[in-house]
């Protein structure tokens, strides 16, 4: 293996980006219409390109290794002389060192399989191995997924995302001549939240919060119901604009554009490959708690795995599918010419896969209805009224410091975040308090630690001083957040009437939304100049 930085610099391709080391990477004949090569240069990418393909992390971690050693060690002319024999010498000792490149798989979901052991108090490795095989028949690999063509749910597949469009933001980074861009979540997505998009991206144990988890379903910031799916506007607001305060970035940049085709459904190809994500990872779950508490379902597994052939899968695929497979395989870098067919008819025989295919649909169903679970939020009468509105921040602040709506009890009474309540969110809770294990015990952690879990670092409440809202600034962000608390998280939805005869009524959530928006101006009026609004100590003090 060669490192991108390496053929990058000596092949005077321009950046890391430009090149993947993984087997999608563009062709020669691509690169060459683009970029003269030097013979001993081209030589060098022929060699690379015909013995093997790298994993892109282990590309870039090459990368930033050679990008900072090679530098210091040749200096000037001779660097750029001796560079290419250096680069050429590392293509032969990394690829015997490492071998050639393997098509990655789906991680399986040991987190999960380690608490529902823990719940039944028995091993589920044979569960776990039924499982896995299904859902990896099923759903493909991070290449080439699949999308399980049910006639049942044609319907809400259509309505939910376009399967021809996964081929997009799935597979390695590359782009053809027509600068049409692939693998988008590997580009943009995966440093963080993984290749399996289980939120265990190189970079996540460095982040505070860490990236989400998409395979539970449970999504923070939306305009759902709580317990229901977000909506696709919902999934592409938060990757347009990202999430203030936090390490997600935006990338309204590659939004889709109707007067540039080449940048053309980008976002949305992202947005359906978070849900083909989710829905994957939730019919993992779900199914390996079934079958670990269903002993004929498991039964059923093991009969569908002895008569399997070792090395191929159930899933029927006609002549012109195979076809296409069979030249996807051969050359992953041709899937900007021919897109590889990802809906898939699948076996439905045993047990097992019909309650793997009931799975499926009732997951699919939530996320086909999210449309229909959207929570409306009116603007009422009085908010753009300057003396009604300074009167409904009045009442909001007694609504606020008030035993109904009790935002205090976390947030603080000037709104800090410096409550007494301190609680782990339920991504934390899933592999641990539901395993019987005590986030804060540290020996305790250990085995769950070892199958892949984070360490679980305690949820912070919002410091709603600053103004920064992590699920979005409008006033109808903060009414949802108000009225149906925030999903995987101790944030409760408020009590409201008249379904408890104690609770806020209509207009008084809008006065605590009011109270809540206005924070920021009363706090930075109650402090000098020179004061620093975001620092604890000059604001904790101040009685808005």
């Known amino acids: 293996m060669l490192s991108c930085w390496f053929f990058a610099q000596t092949a005077g391709l321009g950046p890391v980006a430009e090149i993947d080391g993984s087997a999608g990477a563009q062709n020669p004949a691509n690169l060459g219409a683009k970029t003269p090569l030097h013979p001993f240069d081209f030589g060098q990418y022929l060699f690379k390109w015909a013995l093997c393909g790298v994993r892109p992390q282990f590309w870039r971690t090459l990368a930033l290794a050679e990008g900072w050693v090679m530098p210091r060690l040749l200096n000037g002319f001779r660097a750029k002389r001796l560079a290419p024999m250096f680069g050429f010498a590392a293509v032969a000792a990394l690829s015997v060192l490492s071998g050639c490149y393997s098509e990655p798989h789906f991680e399986p979901n040991a987190v999960f399989r380690f608490r529902v052991e823990a719940e039944t108090d028995q091993d589920q490795a044979k569960a776990a191995e039924a499982v896995n095989a299904l859902v990896a028949d099923w759903f493909g690999t991070p290449d080439r997924p699949q999308w399980p063509a049910i006639a049942e749910t044609t319907a809400a597949t259509d309505s939910l995302l376009q399967v021809e469009r996964l081929n997009r933001a799935a597979g390695p980074q590359r782009s053809d001549r027509e600068d049409n861009h692939y693998g988008l979540y590997r580009e943009l997505c995966s440093n963080c939240h993984g290749l399996t998009g289980n939120g265990r991206g190189p970079t996540a144990m460095f982040l505070d919060p860490y990236p989400r988890d998409f395979r539970p379903g449970w999504f923070k910031y939306k305009s759902t119901k709580r317990g229901s799916r977000p909506t696709r506007d919902d999934l592409y607001r938060l990757i347009k604009h990202g999430i203030p305060g936090t390490s997600m970035p935006a990338f309204a940049a590659i939004e889709s554009h109707e007067h540039d085709k080449k940048k053309n459904d980008d976002l949305d190809a992202v947005v359906d490959y978070v849900i083909y994500l989710s829905v994957r990872g939730e019919v993992e779950r779900l199914l390996l708690y079934e079958v670990a508490n269903d002993e004929g379902l498991l039964e059923g597994a093991r009969a569908r795995m002895s008569d399997q052939p070792a090395g191929s899968a159930t899933t029927e695929v006609s002549s012109s599918s195979q076809a296409t497979s069979t030249t996807e395989t051969s050359n992953v870098s041709t899937a900007s010419n021919a897109a590889p067919v990802v809906a898939q008819p699948v076996v439905i025989e045993s047990t097992f896969e019909i309650k793997a295919k009931e799975v499926f649909v009732d997951v699919l169903s939530k996320w086909a209805g999210s449309q229909e679970q959207v929570v409306n939020a009116q603007l009422p009468a009085w908010w753009n009224e300057p003396a009604e509105h300074a009167d409904a921040i009045a009442q909001g602040r007694a609504i606020y410091l008030g035993a109904t709506a009790a935002c205090a009890n976390c947030h603080g009474k000037s709104g800090g975040g410096n409550g007494l309540v301190r609680d782990y969110d339920d991504w934390a809770k899933d592999g641990t308090v539901r395993a019987g294990i005590e986030p804060a015990d540290r020996a305790a952690l250990k085995p769950y ?31 949802r957040r108000i009225v149906q608390g925030i999903e995987g998280t101790p944030m409760p939805a408020v009590a409201l009437k008249p379904d408890n005869p104690q ?42």
Not at 450 to 463: F, M
Not at 469 to 478: F, L
Request: a negative charge; zero cysteines.
């Open 449 to 479: 630690l070892a199958v892949g879990g984070l360490k679980p670092v305690p949820i912070s409440p919002r410091d709603l001083r600053l103004g920064i809202y992590r699920g979005g600034s409008e006033p109808a962000d903060i009414y």
């Open 503 to 544: 609770g806020l009524s209509e207009d008084e959530v809008w006065q605590l939304v009011a109270y809540v928006m206005n924070m920021k101006a009363e706090v930075a009026g109650a402090i000098p100049a020179e004061g620093d609004v975001a620092s604890r100590e000059n604001v904790d003090e101040v009685q808005p």
